[in-house]
C-alpha cells in the first residue's frame, strides 16, 4: 500500500513545489564561493519523433538547427559572463548527434571556457558510426549515453519508434566498438511498456549480459503511454536479480558494471545544474527556472542579447530539503549530517513525514551517519523519481503555453 501511497505523495508535493511560478527574464546568480557547477545544454531536435518522449523535441530542420547550435553557443558565453563555471557537461535533447560538427563545436567552446571533467552526450543507435564516434572522441566525449529503449523489434513498435533497419545484432556490435573508444558507455533501456512479458525483458537483459556497457539504465515507461499499474515490482526484481553478479546498482534505475570506474548521470552526486538551450530546466542554488520552449523564440531571444529564462521558482527551505532527500536516496545514500549542514536542523525535522513513510514501506536502513535504501527501497527510490518526472511533465505543458503565448505577442 505504501508503495503506491509514498509516490503519490511525492508527485503532489513536487506539483506544489513547481505550481505559482514567477515570470522571469534572467537565471539567478551563480552560488556564492565560485564552486563549479554541473551544465545541462539541450538540443531539442530529432530525425523521428518517438511516442513516448516528454522532453522538448521537434523534428530536425537543418538550417534552424544550425541557428539554434549557434544560438546556444551564445547563451554559453553569456553564462560565462554571469560568472558561472562548470565542472560537468552533459548534452541531451533531442538527439544531440543529428549535427555532429555543431554539436563538437559546442562542446569545444564549454571545454575551452572551464575545461569540465566531465563531458557525456546523448546519442541514437543509427549514429554510432566511424565518422561521428571519432569527431566525439576527439572532442573530448568520455561518456557515450546510447538509447537503445530495447533489442527487440516487438518493444520499440509498441514505443512508435520508427524502423531504420539496423537489427539487435548490428546496435550491440556498434556498442562495443564504441565501448573501445570512450571510457563510459550507458546503454538507456525501457521497461514496464505494455505487452512487454516477462520472457521479453529478459531477452533485453541477456542482451545487456552479451553486450556488457559500462552502465546500463533501465528508466520505467514515462509518458503518454504509461500505464498506473506498470512497473511492476516483479519486472524490476527481474532487472536486479538478471544483472546482479556483473553490476551494481547506481540510482534507483542505474546499474554499473562491476569493478569499473564510470561517471554517472548527473543528478545522482549533485543536485545542482544550469539548464541551457530551448526547453531546459536549471536548479541552482534553491532556485528553479525553466527556458523558453519555443526554438524560433529561444534564437530571437539569444540573438538579441537576451537570457531566454521565462519562469522562476525560489524553493522554500523544506521543499529544497525534500529534493534534496529525493536525489539522494535516488542515488543510493542520504547522509544526514549534510542535510542538516545544507538546511538546518529543524528543516531536517520537517522531513520526518516522508522518512516514516519510506521506512513504513521498509524502504530505509541506518549505516551510522547514512540513510541508506533496502533492495525494496530501490524500488521505491524508483517510483519515487518517477512520480517527480512526471510532475516535471506537467510542469512542462504549462510552460510551453507560456512560451506559445509568447511567440503569439506582436514585436
Not at 550491440?172 to 516477462?198: L, W
Not at 517527480?388 to 506559445?404: K, L, P
Request: hydrophobic share 40%.
Amino acid at each position: 500500500m505504501l508503495e503506491r501511497i509514498v509516490p503519490r505523495y511525492v508527485y503532489r508535493k513536487s506539483l506544489e513545489a513547481l505550481g505559482e511560478v514567477k515570470r522571469s527574464s534572467r537565471p539567478p546568480h551563480p552560488p556564492p564561493g565560485g564552486s563549479p557547477l554541473q551544465v545541462y545544454l539541450h538540443f531539442p531536435f530529432c530525425e523521428d519523433l518517438c511516442g513516448y518522449c516528454t522532453f522538448n523535441r521537434q523534428r530536425f530542420e537543418k538550417t534552424l538547427a544550425q541557428r539554434y547550435s549557434a544560438a546556444l553557443r551564445k547563451e554559453i558565453a553569456m553564462y560565462r559572463e554571469r560568472g558561472y563555471a562548470f565542472d560537468r557537461m552533459y548534452v541531451g535533447g533531442g538527439t544531440p548527434t543529428v549535427l555532429p560538427e555543431e554539436l563538437v563545436r559546442t562542446i569545444a567552446l564549454v571545454r575551452s571556457l572551464w575545461h569540465p571533467r566531465v563531458t557525456s552526450v546523448e546519442t541514437h543507435p543509427d549514429h554510432l558510426n566511424e565518422p561521428v564516434c571519432a569527431l566525439l572522441e576527439e572532442a573530448g566525449v568520455n561518456r557515450l549515453s546510447i538509447g537503445v529503449q530495447s533489442f527487440q523489434e516487438g518493444v520499440l513498435r509498441s514505443l512508435a519508434r520508427k524502423d531504420t533497419g539496423i537489427d539487435g545484432g548490428e546496435i550491440r556490435r556498434r556498442i562495443e566498438r564504441s565501448m573501445a573508444r570512450f571510457k563510459t558507455v550507458n546503454v538507456d533501456m525501457i521497461f514496464g511498456v505494455p505487452g512487454q512479458t516477462a520472457a521479453v525483458l529478459k531477452k533485453d537483459i541477456l542482451a545487456i549480459k552479451e553486450v556488457l556497457p559500462h552502465q546500463v539504465t533501465f528508466y520505467p515507461l514515462m509518458g503518454p503511454k504509461a500505464r498506473p499499474d506498470l512497473p511492476s515490482r516483479e519486472l524490476y526484481a527481474l532487472i536486479v536479480d538478471g544483472l546482479s553478479g556483473l553490476y551494481r546498482p547506481s540510482s534507483g534505475w542505474g546499474f554499473s558494471l562491476a569493478g569499473t570506474s564510470t561517471l554517472d548521470e548527473y543528478i545522482t552526486e549533485r543536485e545542482d545544474y544550469a539548464g541551457l538551450g530551448a526547453g531546459s530546466f536549471g536548479y541552482v542554488d534553491g532556485t528553479f527556472y525553466a527556458n523558453s520552449f519555443s526554438v524560433p523564440d529561444y534564437v530571437r531571444l539569444i540573438e538579441e542579447r537576451q537570457f531566454p529564462v521565462i519562469v522562476s521558482k525560489r524553493f522554500s527551505r523544506p521543499q529544497r530539503s525534500r529534493y534534496h532527500l529525493l536525489v539522494r536516496f535516488f542515488g543510493g545514500r542520504v547522509d544526514t549530517g549534510e542535510v542538516v549542514r545544507k538546511f538546518g536542523f529543524f528543516a531536517a525535522l520537517r522531513l520526518w513525514k516522508e522518512l516514516m513513510m519510506m521506512s513504513g514501506a521498509g524502504g530505509i536502513f541506518l549505516e551510522g551517519r547514512a540513510l541508506l535504501p533496502t533492495e525494496r527501497g530501490r524500488f521505491l527510490s524508483m517510483l519515487m523519481m518517477k512520480a517527480f518526472m512526471s510532475a516535471v511533465s506537467e510542469f512542462r505543458r504549462s510552460c510551453r503555453a507560456i512560451s506559445r503565448a509568447k511567440e503569439r505577442q506582436p514585436d
